[in-house]
């Protein structure tokens, strides 16, 4: 049975790979293919990140890396929404793509707000340094 992480990692990379498809099957128009390399850009982008998130070498490191998947995967739910506003493509086909960026957001701002919640409890307190 593969553990959560892998789980993760590869439905990251499922969606990524979705994201192009999706990039591919944009209408040629300007607007079209500014807003779709926006959407590629972020949207791989939250499948690279994870990946660099799974090998951090420490608590601090992670919840950074995670911060950036976070921020990366709504970004992506923004041009997705975008595009199924403005009428790029019609909704009922963005739908389940859609669905899926949003779950992804809510589950890296979920582990964002946990790894900085541990990363706090872990952490010294700063003390000013005072001489006797």
């Keep these: 049975m593969a553990s959560k992480p892998e789980d993760l990692r590869e439905r990251t990379k499922k969606f990524a790979l979705r994201i192009i498809r999706l990039f591919r099957a944009l209408p040629r128009s300007g607007d079209a293919q500014v807003i779709g390399k926006q959407l590629l850009r972020s949207g791989t982008s939250v499948a690279a990140n994870y990946r660099a998130a799974?090998?951090?070498?420490?608590?601090?490191?992670?919840?950074?890396?995670?911060?950036?998947?976070?921020?990366?995967?709504?970004?992506?739910?923004?041009?997705?929404?975008?595009?199924?506003?403005?009428?790029?493509?019609?909704?009922?086909?963005?739908?389940?793509?859609?669905?899926?960026?949003?779950?992804?957001?809510?589950?890296?701002?979920?582990?964002?707000?946990?790894?900085?919640?541990?990363?706090?409890i872990t952490q010294l307190p700063d003390y000013p340094i005072t001489q006797s």
Aim: with cysteine.
């Design 54 to 120: 799974c090998r951090a070498r420490s608590r601090q490191e992670f919840a950074a890396r995670v911060g950036i998947v976070m921020e990366e995967s709504d970004e992506t739910v923004f041009w997705l929404e975008l595009i199924c506003e403005s009428g790029i493509m019609p909704v009922p086909r963005l739908e389940a793509l859609l669905k899926e960026a949003r779950e992804l957001a809510a589950i890296f701002t979920a582990s964002y707000r946990t790894a900085r919640r541990k990363r706090s």
